[in-house]
């Protein structure tokens, strides 16, 4: 077993190497039971391109756990770790929680007050400009932002964005079954930024200002997405879920039944 540590409240990542081949997001399952005395969480991995699988965990308690991988491949089945967590780092107050029913504090007890703003497709823009958004925000008081994972198509977004949230098939369409990794590392990069800031992450993961095909998706694939999401995203403290902006808008084609299911994948994918 090899031993890694740390901090109560930071992000543990496992990677593993398995198949490359066919389509590793639609033909293989990948997760981590973590363990820690009587406790086992489990966790949903994820592909993240070029044979690379990961497990990502936020723990909230100190001291050793240990943790075992499933899938139905060989390759990535049965993989078995132990790492150390340590007392969390000065700064970190973990989590944000309700508290006393009408409030929010830190998993720690620390009140938290939100004092939020909006940058809904700040990580579809220009890196320099995103780059001064992070500055702007470090000389605010802001300590939460509502932020889109899909481009926006509407008044002053009207931009390509950075990169496509899935791949690209050979006649250039989006291939709503194959995500795009480079995509979600870069986003998973801006939401540590803000974290690192004291910001919490207020993730909107469907809109409707949409040019791209991203409202089209089946249910099905709706559910794939909404499942990969949580799984990158779930072991950075700051994210907070957020299921659209005017959902309503998109009735017609999301009945609240779909609604539903994506709020239990949710829960059953963030520990």
Not at 96 to 112: E, I, K, L, R, S
Not at 214 to 223: G, I
Request: hydrophobic share 40%; glycine share 6%; charged share 20%.
């Amino acid at each position: 077993m090899s031993k890694q540590s740390v901090s109560k409240w930071d992000l543990f990542e496992a990677s593993f190497s398995g198949p490359e081949a066919g389509n590793p997001y639609l033909a293989v399952s990948f997760e981590a039971f973590f363990k820690q005395n009587s406790r086992v969480v489990r966790v949903p991995g994820f592909y993240d391109g070029a044979g690379t699988y990961k497990v990502r965990f936020m723990p909230d308690n100190e001291g050793e756990w240990t943790y075992t991988t499933i899938s139905n491949v060989a390759e990535l089945d049965g993989h078995t770790g132990v790492f150390c967590v340590k007392a969390p780092a000065a700064a970190c107050h973990g989590p944000v929680h309700v508290a006393n029913q009408f409030h929010f504090a830190y998993a720690d007890g620390t009140p938290y007050l939100p004092f939020g703003t909006t940058s809904y497709a700040w990580t579809h823009q220009p890196l320099e400009l995103q780059a001064t958004t992070l500055k702007t925000l470090a000389g605010t008081r802001f300590n939460k932002m509502r932020m889109a994972v899909f481009p926006k198509d509407y008044p002053f977004n009207v931009n390509e964005p950075l990169f496509d949230i899935f791949e690209r098939d050979e006649e250039g369409e989006l291939d709503f079954d194959r995500p795009n990794p480079p995509a979600f590392r870069h986003l998973e990069t801006q939401i540590a930024a803000l974290r690192d800031l004291g910001i919490e992450a207020d993730i909107i993961i469907f809109h409707p200002y949409d040019r791209w095909g991203y409202c089209e998706m089946s249910a099905e694939q709706d559910y794939r997405f909404v499942a990969y999401l949580t799984a990158r995203l779930a072991a950075y403290r700051n994210v907070w879920w957020s299921l659209a902006n005017e959902y309503d808008f998109l009735l017609n084609s999301k009945p609240m039944s779909q609604w539903d299911r994506y709020f239990q994948i949710i829960e059953e994918n963030d520990p």
